[in-house]
C-alpha cells in the first residue's frame, strides 16, 4: 500500500491533494495488469472503478452504429487517469476502453469514493475540479476524431 500511496501522491490529479485523502485513496485500490486485446470496461456498464495507467497503452472507443467498426477517441498512455463516470450520475461508462499492449495500472474504488465524496463535501469538490478537467479532455478528443461533424454544407 505504501508504494500506492508514493505513486498517488505524485500523480498530477491528485497533487496538492490533503494526506488524509491519498491515504483513504491508496487504502481503497490495488495494482491491476491487462493484456493487448483485453476490454477493460464495456459502454453502459456500471462504473464503480478509475484506473490511474503506470505503463502501457488503453484506446477508448465507441460504437456509432451495430454494423460499423469503433471509432477511436484517445489514446491512454502510461501517467494518464482512464474513467470519470464514477463520479458523476448515472454513474455509467460512456465508452469502451481496450487494453492495446500490455497495460500495468492502479485500479481506485470509485463507488466507495462516492460515497465519501457525499459525506466529505471537501473531498467531493476537489475530485470534482480535477475529474471535470479529464472530462474537458475526452470532450477535446471526440471533437478532433469528429472534424466533419463541424463542416457545413451549403
Known sequence: ????????VKHPIFKGLDKRYIQ??????????FNPGDLIFHEGEEANLFHVILQGNVV??????????????????????????????PHR????????????????DGKFLRTKCEEDHDLG???????????EQRLRAVRLQNPDMYVVHA
Not at 500500500?1 to 498517488?8: A, D, E, F, R
Not at 483513504?24 to 495488469?33: D, F, K, M, Q, R
Open 1 to 8: 500500500m505504501q508504494k500506492l500511496k508514493t505513486i498517488l
Open 24 to 33: 483513504l485513496i491508496s487504502e481503497h485500490a490495488s495494482t491491476v495488469s
Open 60 to 89: 477508448l472507443e465507441v460504437v456509432l452504429a451495430p454494423d460499423r467498426d469503433p471509432i477511436t477517441i484517445q489514446n491512454i498512455g502510461e501517467g494518464d487517469v482512464l474513467g470519470w463516470s464514477w463520479l458523476f450520475p
Open 93 to 108: 461508462r460512456r465508452f469502451d476502453a481496450r487494453a492495446i499492449t500490455p497495460t500495468q495500472a492502479i485500479a481506485v
Open 125 to 135: 469538490y476537489e475530485l470534482m475540479k480535477r475529474f471535470a478537467l479529464l472530462i
